[in-house]
């Protein structure tokens, strides 16, 4: 095996061979206030006793129906 097709192999293997889907998720929030849940495509998560923020914010992203490809969803605040 030449020291060329050495390189190209090692190149090629260097190479990212799959590329995952970009998913944005957007909270929208007012300062100061706890959130009680979100609401999103007409979905309500509520916020469990004693869920952290973030815990929140994951639960919601897992719970959100992601495409194919890119993809966003944008999460309002539940009021009251």
Known sequence: MSNLQRRLIKLE????SEVKPLRIARFIV???????GYICDGV????????SI???H???SDAAT???GNSRHIFHLLNG
Do not use: Q
């Not at 309500?44 to 869920?51: F, G, T, V, W």
């Open 13 to 16: 293997s260097s190479m990212i």
């Open 30 to 36: 007012d300062v100061g206030i706890e959130p009680k």
């Open 44 to 51: 309500e998560i509520i916020r469990e006793p004693d869920e």
């Open 54 to 56: 973030e815990a929140l």
């Open 58 to 60: 994951k639960r919601c």
């Open 66 to 68: 992601w495409l194919d």
